[in-house]
């Protein structure tokens, strides 16, 4: 098992910065690497930028484009209706007064929104909030925002440790999406590891790390781990890429999915929501799973599940969502027929073994943003979307309502553990308490105007229930 201190290389996040050219016929070398398209190839750590307020603390692609992103942000917060419920009951308490909170998330019109940056300091907390981001285009919410699209691997960690290292000003709180400002923090800022009140984790990943923390008993503050939360698990990664999976791949491939042969790697929530959505569409799926009962559960769904290596060479798209590694390998990659799409809604980008493709025999043609021809020396293309990355945050939008939930169940679980009493929460990983789980939800019913049924306290007393939840126990997934 991998040391929580042995991070993998993000071998995905590019480590030059040069632009190329969008032309379909630009062919390059696999050992190069490059941004995105930009009308601008200065680094914006080279910019000196200030904001309307006078601030040059933060970098951005581009400031000019603050106006563009506040709008962007009101056109978010009209499908983020609870958030902003939360939001407007918790200005009168103020339950983060005090709190500093560092941030290494995705930035998006819909984070902007949330408790943690435009709507912070009506919860009560200092604009400290500094959060960073790898694929999206960043929008500016008035808060220290160190973050551009096309990121490198050095710009990435730079930009974790501008949030971190600030004169004058020291985080209490982390809301971490991967481990990888946890990680940052733990290993060269130790004595502001052991000041932190509490660690949000929203990833499989950087769960997973902090687990292997606490067992090593390097754990020096509590977690919550929002990942296993009902409403993480059944609506961020079953609805929300039950969507995004089709809207990602159509809007990079323009492919038709009737009748295509696709293979799903992983039937958790996310593969669940990946196959219900091409299945509608008619495409002929198959499934791999090393979990009987997930495999179980995809029998009896209507999939065939098998191994990667009987449907490798008749497959017409693959995609992964196992939150682990290496699992398109290049022996895989080297037996795809012509034209196989791959890409990856699991994990960062371990799943897929782009570093075997980055060589000399093979040659890489940029097709679209985010799409890439894999040529191999017989002239065999494989389509490689977003270089392995998260297709959805690369190559499409995520559900703003989704989203919403998720951002009110991290906001809810940086009040309770920064509220929580002395002794509540000890120094180890901890669910979110069912209690705020089913808090989240409620919030949530008014936009589709549904009425819960109320249990007399007779049918209370038969069920053995709070009239008023629970109505689960703490550990249903």
């Not at 071998?11 to 379909?24: A, P, V």
């Not at 990888?180 to 769960?207: A, M, N, Q």
């Not at 409403?231 to 809207?247: G, H, P, V």
Request: charged content about 25%; aromatic content about 8%; some cysteine.
């Amino acid at each position: 098992m991998q040391e929580f201190t042995k991070f993998p290389t993000k071998t995905g996040r590019r480590s030059l910065s040069r632009s190329i050219s969008q032309s379909s016929t630009d062919s390059y070398s696999s050992a190069a690497s490059y941004t995105d398209s930009s009308d601008d190839e200065v680094s914006p750590r080279e910019k000196q930028q200030t904001n309307s307020k006078g601030s040059s603390n933060f970098c951005v692609k581009n400031i000019k484009q603050a106006e563009f992103g506040r709008r962007e942000i009101e056109i978010a917060e009209q499908d983020m209706s609870a958030l902003i419920s939360l939001r407007k009951r918790a200005q009168g308490e103020k339950p983060l007064a005090g709190a500093k909170i560092v941030g290494c998330t995705h930035i998006t019109a819909q984070t902007a929104v949330s408790g943690c940056l435009s709507g912070g300091p009506g919860l009560g907390h200092q604009e400290g909030w500094a959060a960073l981001i790898l694929l999206d285009v960043p929008v500016l919410a008035g808060v220290a925002v160190f973050a551009w699209k096309g990121e490198s691997e050095d710009d990435f960690w730079w930009c974790i440790d501008r949030c971190v290292n600030v004169d004058g000003w020291q985080a209490n709180m982390i809301l971490d999406d991967g481990g990888d400002l946890t990680h940052w923090v733990y290993k060269k800022y130790p004595s502001v590891f052991k000041k932190i009140r509490g660690i949000v984790e929203e990833s499989v990943t950087g769960v997973h790390r902090l687990y292997q923390l606490s067992k090593a008993g390097k754990l020096c503050v509590p977690a919550m781990n929002v990942n296993d939360s009902v409403t993480k698990q059944k609506f961020d990664n079953l609805y929300c890429c039950r969507e995004s999976i089709l809207d990602g791949l159509k809007r990079t491939t323009d492919v038709m999915f009737g009748g295509k042969q696709v293979v799903v790697c992983g039937y958790g929530e996310v593969g669940k929501g990946c196959c219900a959505a091409l299945k509608a569409l008619g495409a002929i799926v198959y499934v791999t799973e090393i979990d009987p009962i997930c495999a179980l559960q995809a029998c009896m769904d209507g999939f065939r599940v098998v191994k990667l290596s009987e449907v490798i060479r008749q497959v017409d798209v693959v995609i992964t969502c196992t939150g682990n590694k290496n699992v398109v390998t290049r022996e895989h990659l080297d037996r795809m027929k012509n034209s196989c799409i791959v890409c990856n809604m699991g994990h960062s980008n371990t799943e897929i073994d782009v570093t075997s493709l980055r060589m000399p025999e093979l040659t890489w043609e940029r097709v679209r943003s985010q799409v890439d021809h894999v040529i191999w020396p017989d002239g065999k293309r494989v389509v490689l979307l977003a270089e392995g990355r998260l297709l959805n945050l690369s190559c499409s939008t995520v559900p703003t309502f989704v989203l919403s939930i998720t951002a009110t169940t991290q906001a809810l679980a940086l009040i309770e553990l920064y509220n929580a009493p002395e002794g509540r929460y000890k120094q180890d990983v901890y669910l979110l308490p069912k209690k705020m789980d089913e808090y989240v939800a409620s919030l949530h019913l008014p936009s589709f105007d549904a009425h819960l049924t109320e249990l007399t306290d007779d049918q209370a007393k038969y069920l053995g229930l709070n009239k008023n939840g629970p109505f689960k126990p703490n550990y249903y997934r």
